[in-house]
């Protein structure tokens, strides 16, 4: 749950330039989940149908770019008329866990982390850790830190089932481990929530991440913990992520990946062009929310209207300031939809 200071997005700095579209190496990554009919059972091993059918994902990266970790990390996901199901393989020599209580910083051990915006607009999304004892975090999130969200602890994924299979011993110094496999079970009802649709995404697609924390260690009488430094304090913590993020904070839910929910086999995924243009507008309030001032002065606001170009169509963004604050708002070539990114980093598509 890191959300560290973020990186200010470097693009529209000359005024007068008509920026190039995005690049496939600057998208977010995507993966179709295949339906299953398959009975799946939650013990950590997938030994299931479904999941030898199911594609691997790309191995994890560091979460701010094209940087390899240290140890692998890959993971399946399907899904039915009940539950998306996730499964995960890291490699890990040292399998440790001390943390045993639900909703406690999950983070503080080696974790995974699974991040989920339904309606893509980066509000009221949830969050979910989990570490090598099957301790749970689960939490929602009404919008990214950076925009003052409230964060709603006591929330749970009703009817959630987990599961952890050790290649090796858990806690365990004298021996080396090969890593430890995650199974989980979330069931619609519940992730539904976070949906203005309030129906399974059938043939659509959610914005989704994932992340894995690693933590070097220290070893004292035989007990694991977060390794420090000479003058006491906490050395970093790796973060590894399926979509990299490009900063070290995955509250920045517009660089999260692509989960499109395919009912059969045949089915293909791209992209939305009007989603780049989504990419632009928040590189744009980037610029807002990290402006120092105490208003949007000229040279700014020229900068947020600079023109744009996606798919070999100019654009030019709109940048109003009122009363409550200020949205950037553009009208897409591709759907004649306004696409509007207001001051809380709320995004809207309006006809």
């Known amino acids: 749950m890191r959300f560290s200071s973020y990186l200010v997005c470097a693009l529209f700095l000359n005024l007068q330039t008509v920026f190039s579209p995005l690049t496939a190496q600057d998208l977010p990554r995507s993966y179709i989940a295949q339906k299953t009919s398959a009975n799946i059972i939650i013990d950590g091993k997938a030994e299931e149908t479904a999941w030898t059918t199911a594609d691997w994902t790309s191995n994890f990266i560091d979460i701010e770019g094209e940087v390899q970790p240290k140890y692998d990390t890959r993971m399946k996901m399907t899904w039915d008329e009940n539950n998306l199901y996730f499964y995960v393989e890291m490699e890990e020599s040292h399998v440790w866990g001390t943390l045993k209580e639900r909703d406690t910083v999950i983070f503080y051990n080696n974790d995974f982390e699974v991040f989920i915006d339904p309606d893509g607009d980066t509000h009221n999304?949830?969050?979910?850790?989990?570490?090598?004892?099957?301790?749970?975090?689960?939490?929602?999130?009404?919008?990214?830190?950076?925009?003052?969200?409230?964060?709603?602890?006591?929330?749970?994924?009703?009817?959630?089932k987990s599961a952890v299979h050790i290649n090796g011993t858990l806690n365990n110094a004298e021996d080396i481990d090969k890593g430890w496999q995650v199974e989980i079970a979330m069931p619609w009802k519940a992730l539904l929530e976070g949906s203005t649709k309030n129906k399974v995404p059938v043939n659509e697609f959610w914005r989704i991440n994932f992340s894995r924390v690693n933590w070097d260690f220290d070893l004292i009488d035989g007990r694991y913990s977060r390794k420090?430094?000479?003058?006491?304090?906490?050395?970093?913590?790796?973060?590894?992520?399926?979509?990299?993020q490009g900063v070290i904070n995955m509250h920045e839910p517009e660089h999260w990946g692509y989960v499109y929910f395919a009912e059969s086999a045949t089915?293909?995924?791209?992209?939305?062009?009007?989603?780049?243009?989504?990419r632009h507008l928040y590189a744009l309030a980037r610029k807002i929310w990290s402006n120092k001032q105490s208003d949007i002065g000229v040279s700014l606001k020229q900068q947020i209207e600079a023109p744009i170009e996606i798919a070999g169509k100019q654009l030019t963004p709109k940048l109003e300031v009122h009363k409550y604050g200020w949205h950037i708002s553009v009208q897409s070539p591709f759907t004649n939809m306004v696409l509007l990114l207001s001051e809380d980093g709320k995004f809207q598509k309006i006809e």
């Open 267 to 278: 089915e293909t995924f791209k992209i939305p062009e009007d989603d780049k243009i989504k």
């Open 125 to 160: 999304y949830m969050e979910f850790e989990m570490n090598a004892l099957n301790t749970v975090w689960d939490l929602w999130l009404t919008k990214p830190y950076r925009n003052g969200p409230k964060v709603i602890d006591g929330w749970d994924i009703a009817g959630l």
């Open 228 to 244: 420090k430094n000479a003058a006491g304090k906490f050395e970093r913590e790796y973060n590894w992520v399926w979509s990299p």
